[in-house]
C-alpha cells in the first residue's frame, strides 16, 4: 500500500493525514455516508452538521478529522487529522481510508497529487460541457418545433404556439425523429459523464 508519503509499505502509526481519490463525480451521498459509517464505528466520533458538499467534519471530545475535496471527476479528497485527536484520530483515518479502498479508491502521494489535480481540473472542465449539453438533449424532448415558422411548442402540442397552425402528421414524425435522436444522445452523453467520473487519470510514470 502506499501512504500519503508515497512510500511504498509505510505504516500507519503517526500518521495524520491521507489524500485519497475515488471513482466518483463528487462527494455524493453514498459517500459521506460510507465514510461517516467508517469514522464513527468506534471512538466516539460524530459527523458535524452542515452540508457535505465540499468537506465533511467529524469530532469527538478531544479531536476532529476534517475531509477537504480538492477535484472533482474523479474525487480527490485529503483526510486530516486536527492536532489533540491522538491515536483515536489515526484509527479513524485509518477506517475512512479503508472503506475508500472497498469501493475502488486508493491513496494518492504527496508527490502524485498535482498531477492528479491537473487532470481532475480538466476532467472537471469537460463535465461541465457535457452536463450542459445533456440539459440541453433533455430539453430537446419536452418540445416540438413548427415546421412553418420554426417556434417550439410543448411536444404535446397540436397546434403551434407561435403561428396557429394544427401539427400535421409530417410534423408528427419530425417530432418523433427528433426526440429520438435526443434519447440517444443523452445516453452518449450520461455514459461519458459517468466515465469521466469512474475512469482513473493516467498513472504517473513509475507508479
Given at each position: 500500500?502506499?501512504?500519503?508519503?508515497g512510500?511504498?509499505?509505510?505504516?500507519w502509526?503517526?500518521?495524520?493525514?491521507?489524500?485519497?481519490?475515488?471513482p466518483?463525480?463528487?462527494?455524493t451521498?453514498?459517500a459521506v455516508?460510507?465514510?461517516?459509517?467508517?469514522?464513527?464505528?468506534?471512538?466516539g466520533?460524530?459527523p458535524?452538521d452542515?452540508?457535505?458538499?465540499?468537506?465533511r467534519?467529524?469530532?469527538r471530545?478531544?479531536?476532529e478529522?476534517r475531509?477537504?475535496v480538492?477535484?472533482?471527476y474523479?474525487?480527490?479528497?485529503?483526510?486530516g487529522?486536527?492536532?489533540g485527536?491522538?491515536?483515536?484520530?489515526?484509527?479513524?483515518?485509518r477506517r475512512a481510508?479503508?472503506?475508500a479502498?472497498?469501493?475502488?479508491?486508493?491513496l494518492?502521494?504527496d508527490t502524485?497529487?498535482?498531477h492528479r489535480?491537473?487532470?481532475?481540473?480538466?476532467?472537471?472542465?469537460?463535465a461541465?460541457?457535457l452536463?450542459?449539453?445533456?440539459?440541453a438533449?433533455r430539453?430537446?424532448?419536452?418540445?416540438?418545433?413548427?415546421?412553418a415558422?420554426?417556434?417550439?411548442?410543448g411536444?404535446?402540442?397540436?397546434?403551434c404556439?407561435?403561428?396557429?397552425r394544427?401539427f400535421?402528421?409530417?410534423?408528427?414524425a419530425?417530432?418523433?425523429?427528433?426526440?429520438a435522436?435526443?434519447?440517444?444522445?443523452?445516453?452518449v452523453?450520461?455514459a461519458e459523464?459517468?466515465?469521466?467520473a469512474?475512469?482513473?487519470?493516467?498513472?504517473?510514470?513509475?507508479?
Amino acid at each position: 500500500m502506499t501512504g500519503p508519503g508515497g512510500a511504498p509499505g509505510r505504516r500507519w502509526i503517526g500518521r495524520t493525514y491521507a489524500h485519497l481519490l475515488l471513482p466518483l463525480p463528487y462527494l455524493t451521498d453514498a459517500a459521506v455516508r460510507l465514510l461517516d459509517d467508517a469514522v464513527t464505528a468506534a471512538d466516539g466520533w460524530r459527523p458535524a452538521d452542515g452540508p457535505a458538499a465540499a468537506a465533511r467534519v467529524w469530532r469527538r471530545r478531544t479531536g476532529e478529522l476534517r475531509l477537504a475535496v480538492l477535484g472533482r471527476y474523479p474525487l480527490i479528497v485529503t483526510l486530516g487529522v486536527r492536532p489533540g485527536a491522538g491515536a483515536a484520530g489515526r484509527r479513524a483515518l485509518r477506517r475512512a481510508a479503508d472503506a475508500a479502498l472497498a469501493v475502488d479508491g486508493r491513496l494518492v502521494g504527496d508527490t502524485e497529487l498535482p498531477h492528479r489535480l491537473a487532470s481532475a481540473a480538466d476532467r472537471a472542465a469537460a463535465a461541465a460541457d457535457l452536463r450542459a449539453e445533456l440539459t440541453a438533449a433533455r430539453a430537446a424532448r419536452t418540445r416540438r418545433t413548427c415546421g412553418a415558422c420554426r417556434a417550439d411548442s410543448g411536444a404535446a402540442a397540436t397546434h403551434c404556439d407561435a403561428c396557429g397552425r394544427r401539427f400535421d402528421a409530417a410534423d408528427d414524425a419530425a417530432r418523433d425523429a427528433a426526440h429520438a435522436a435526443a434519447a440517444e444522445r443523452t445516453a452518449v452523453l450520461a455514459a461519458e459523464l459517468d466515465r469521466l467520473a469512474a475512469d482513473r487519470p493516467m498513472r504517473a510514470t513509475g507508479e
